[in-house]
């Protein structure tokens, strides 16, 4: 299986994020907020929110220290589809800023060892565009562990 780069994350945000052809953000965003309800409510999930609508569910809040925009984070992963489709997983070490947007505000709900998922509406994933198996304007979710964080040099 391919792997999906993750830190494509701010430029592939904002450039696939934008696009005037077809769906605002905010109705794109709405869309969104409705499928990861239902794959909540379908799946007898209870997740919280933020205003930007990523959803997320601490299974194992973790301890110490979290993660701040310029942590180095060791991050457990899989990546899915709402359609249960895996699209990536593996650990990625990496500067959170460098990561997607719904990763960015997602981490830093966890200290070192925290446990869940993140379910994030498209424009704080990969947009509007196809990219390398994720179809255009997919609501990705996440079952991550964060193994450790360090200050980026």
Known sequence: MKKIILPFAVLTAIMFGCNDDETTYEEQLAIDI???QDYLSENGLTAQSTASGLHY???QEGTGIKPTINSVVEVEYTGKLLNGEI????TIEYPLWKLIEGWQEGIPLFGVGGQGKL?????LGYGSEDI????????LIFDIKLNSISLSS
């Not at 699209?87 to 593996?90: A, E, I, L, S, T």
């Not at 390398?132 to 609501?139: C, D, K, Q």
């Open 57 to 59: 569910i601490l299974e």
């Open 34 to 36: 409705e499928k990861i």
């Open 132 to 139: 390398e198996g994720i179809p255009a304007n997919s609501v």
């Open 87 to 90: 699209f990536d997983n593996g």
């Open 119 to 123: 379910l994030i509406p498209s424009g």
